[in-house]
């Protein structure tokens, strides 16, 4: 069975993402993640180079590995042609593989972006989608928004945009075959996958936290998606 | 140095790839950009209704495998191919560093390129070629800035005082931080926006914070419990500019126009802050929302209506005449009322 850094290995944006490390800092220098989380991407990168595989498993099971926001300001910046950002990425797609993701809390929140994002490009061919956004999930939308949202087709209509219509433009239906398209590629390419793993290990963690696992935006998803504010 | 830090950019004939938060939370940008490079610059552009989300948000929030995101952004250049067109244009900066990013992989691990294409065909039966010219959106502005300046009617000058407008540029971080060649200036000093800014007349503000990333960071922002992380970097940079006294920013990403926007009227609500003058927030416009003002088009025809910090104070300073009664009209002027005002941040 192979080894963790070896499975890492087999990601290319490892491989992109370590050279040699000097432990210089810049990374965390300039990390905006680094200014709010209790984080720091030179232990990540320090780490994933020393290869002691306890400690690898460790991050994969940690909040640690998901609070970067991959802007990958620090692909600029290191001094070694190192980018934390890309072994973060690699790292997260293995505590998703291994199933880890849900022994954090920060990693179990999958379930919630796998609920949005995920399920919006396959059903809407968009990630973000404007029936999908309101002022309860989205509160800084602002009134603007469910003013907007509220006069939608008329505004759209006003705005030049093709909401709900066939053809080319703005917020047009996407086609089904289009759709489809994007499906075949789900399911060739492992993000359907991905997407079972997801929901099977949410289930199973949902459930030993005394949740009442369903589909869509149940209360695990909201406990998720709004964070448990007595440990937050 | 400088000239390591220019890009080609295609001189016609373009297929167009649209963004996602842009269509939904800034419905008339792309519109307004088809607009001005097909009638005000006369180019081609080939805006394809086949094309989908190349799932760049989903990818960086890690819940797409990257051969998935490969694969979708093969598609877009199968259909690039099937149009008959070889320099592609993004409206996205998520998608620009996506479609860098896959054609980078495809450049030093080739036997990615032929995976991408055997699951492609797999899947769709399509095949693609690479695409020639890859830029961003911002990119063509750029390159036709001083023929968009030809045509304005108005300069970034303050009618008032005649002195030109202070100028904040923010250049999404997935522009040129990933690929730093890729993009105009580089990391370190991106002028595909200061460009725009010097030719049309206004002053750039210099401010500590300049390139800071504006605090998406996709999983942080896209989780409401999360989403402390995106207005406290936003926070940063709007306490670093706010002594130089901007009367504008301007972004080239969908998300970092959307998040300088939102948060400003959330950091009014929270603490009662608000960053611009008498009242108001700084304005915040996509680089075509400001050339479009300037060009004098309708700013309620451009959409401006639905940013959340009100554009009126900008549009006094220019000069522009605009009808507040038509500001939240429908189509034949139906009367649609008006969003509820903020408790804090002043709104027209």
Known sequence: MATLKEELIKDIRFVEGLNSCINCGVCTAICPAAQFYNYDPRMIADTVQKGNEAEIEQLLKSDTIWFCGECLSCKTRCPRGNTPGYIIQALRALSIETGFFIESQQGCKQLALKRTIGEHILKYGYCVYIDEVNTQMYPEQGPVWDWFKQNRTQMLERLGAKYKKAGKGTLRQISKESLNDLQRIFDETGATERFEKIENQSAIKARELGFDFQEGKDAYFDYLYNGNTESE | ?348
């Open chain 2, 1 to 348: 140095m400088w000239e390591a830090y220019q890009k080609e950019i295609a001189d016609d004939h373009y297929y167009f790839a649209r963004s996602c938060i842009r269509q939904n939370f800034f419905p008339a940008a792309e519109e307004l950009f088809l607009k001005i490079v097909g009638q005000e610059l006369g180019k081609d552009i080939y805006d394809d209704p086949r094309q989908t989300t190349c799932t760049g948000i989903a990818y960086h929030s890690g819940i797409v495998p990257m051969k998935t995101t490969m694969t979708v952004v093969a598609r877009q250049f199968a259909l690039m191919t099937e149009a008959g067109y070889e320099n592609f244009v993004c409206s996205c900066v998520t998608s620009f560093g996506i479609y860098t990013e896959m054609l980078e992989t495809w450049k030093h691990f080739p036997e990615k390129e032929q995976e991408t294409r055997d699951a492609l065909k797999r899947a769709t039966g399509m095949t693609f070629k690479i695409p020639k010219n890859l830029v961003h959106c911002s990119d063509l502005v750029y390159k036709f800035r001083k023929e968009i300046a030809a045509k304005t009617k108005f300069r970034l000058i303050n009618k008032q005082t005649g002195e030109p407008l202070q100028v904040v540029d923010h250049i999404g971080c997935h522009y040129a931080k990933i690929f730093p060649k890729k993009g105009i200036g580089g990391a370190e000093f991106p002028y595909v926006l200061a460009g725009m800014i010097d030719e049309w007349g206004g002053a750039q503000v210099d401010y500590p914070e300049r390139r800071h990333c504006c605090g998406f960071g996709f999983r942080q922002y896209l989780l409401k419990s999360n989403r402390g992380y995106s207005v406290s970097n936003s926070k940063k940079k709007f306490d670093s500019m706010e002594p130089f006294h901007p009367d504008l920013i301007i972004a080239n990403c969908p998300g970092c126009t959307f998040f300088l926007d939102r948060w400003q009227y959330v950091i009014s609500e929270m603490e009662g802050k608000i960053y611009g003058q008498n009242g108001y927030g700084i304005p915040v416009l996509t680089y075509e929302e400001l050339a479009g003002l300037l060009l004098g088009y309708n700013p309620w025809d451009m959409g401006l209506q639905v940013h959340q910090v009100a554009v009126e104070p900008l549009l006094n300073k220019l000069g522009i005449e605009y009808k507040p009664d038509e500001k939240y009209k429908g189509i034949n002027g139906l009367d649609l009322g008006k969003p509820e005002m903020p408790n804090v941040l002043k709104c027209c």
